[in-house]
């Protein structure tokens, strides 16, 4: 059984620095895209980053990149996403999330390619 479980989110003042952890299970976690999406109240999801395979392979959405950078670690089968210089912009539920299968060539940030979820973990960013 798949799970994924994210943790490290809290609050940070602006400009700040956080990192953000994906525990996972129940699949090959070096042979499938995972991603990384966040949900501010009253906002569509919307995709940051994702990773296929390894992370020679990521892609970014505008809004992030060169703040935020996704990584793991395959022995602990665990994703990671540092976020760097934390806006007012940036609060919301962030989730990591896995495709129901295998992809072939680069991932992407689309939420509706991923098929399983975590609980998501919260961050705040106020001064």
């Known amino acids: 059984q798949v799970h994924l479980v994210e943790s490290g989110g809290t609050l940070v003042q602006p400009g700040g620095s956080l990192r953000l952890s994906c525990a996972t299970s129940g699949f090959r976690f070096d042979d499938r895209a995972i991603g990384w999406f966040r949900q501010a109240p009253g906002k569509e999801r919307e995709g940051i980053a994702c990773r296929n395979r390894n992370d020679r392979n990521t892609n970014y959405a505008d809004s992030v990149k060169g703040r935020f950078t996704i990584s793991s670690d395959n022995a602990k089968k665990t994703l990671y996403l540092q976020l760097n210089n934390l806006q007012p912009e940036d609060p919301a539920v962030y989730y990591c999330?896995?495709?129901?299968?295998?992809?072939?060539?680069?991932?992407?940030?689309?939420?509706?390619?991923?098929?399983?979820w975590g609980q998501g973990t919260q961050v705040t960013v106020s001064s």
């Open positions: 999330a896995t495709r129901l299968n295998r992809l072939v060539g680069s991932c992407r940030t689309d939420a509706y390619d991923y098929y399983y």
